[in-house]
């Protein structure tokens, strides 16, 4: 190999992606709705572990690290896309009007969505993301109680929905939804 030449990355690191991708981008595509956007929020905060990997590779959950920036690169989509269609009011209807494909979930997403984003995003890691009430903690940057508490609401949202598939995971027995 020539002088300066790069390989490709640390072993380790494509083992950690071929480990945490799928999760990841399940995840971002019940967080967003969208699958395009899942996939690519996915890919873009896996560039970032990558860029990081030095500092990800040593942390105790570098796969929370990765959930974290993917949740925190969709939450700042969600912004940006929001304030660009604010003038045109036409959000809800182009939500409500949008196609869903069958076997999608697009009911379950469809009340995922309708939940602020940090109760969505609570909601999402906790039970697809079957991250425990500490990791959620850890990987939002928020307490204990915060997640627990928008879980709460969360969840109670859903059950309200009507959607089956929602009040299918609100109704799991407590000692599930306790991890």
Not at 9 to 30: I, K, M, N, T
Not at 89 to 103: C, F, K, N, V
Request: proline share 6%; glycine share 8%.
């Amino acid at each position: 190999m020539s002088r300066g030449a790069r390989s490709g990355p640390p072993g380790d690191l494509a083992a950690f992606y071929a480990e945490q991708f799928d999760r990841v981008r399940g995840s971002l595509v019940l967080f967003t709705g969208s699958r395009e956007a899942g996939e690519e929020l996915a890919q873009e905060a896996f560039v970032r572990a990558c860029q990081h990997w030095e500092k990800v590779r040593v942390m105790d959950a570098p796969g929370a690290w990765v959930q974290r920036v993917g949740i925190n690169l969709a939450i700042s989509r969600g912004r940006r896309l929001q304030s660009e269609r604010r003038p045109h009011r036409r959000l809800r209807d182009d939500q409500a009007a949008a196609p869903s494909d069958p076997g999608d979930g697009g009911e379950l997403r469809r009340a995922l969505l309708a939940l602020d984003p940090d109760e969505r995003a609570v909601v999402v890691l906790r039970f697809y993301g079957d991250l425990s009430v500490a990791q959620v903690a850890d990987v939002l940057d928020i307490p204990e109680g915060t997640v627990k508490t928008r879980t709460r609401t969360g969840l109670a949202a859903l059950r309200e929905s009507g959607v089956p598939e929602a009040v299918a995971l609100v109704d799991e027995p407590v000692e599930e939804q306790s991890r």
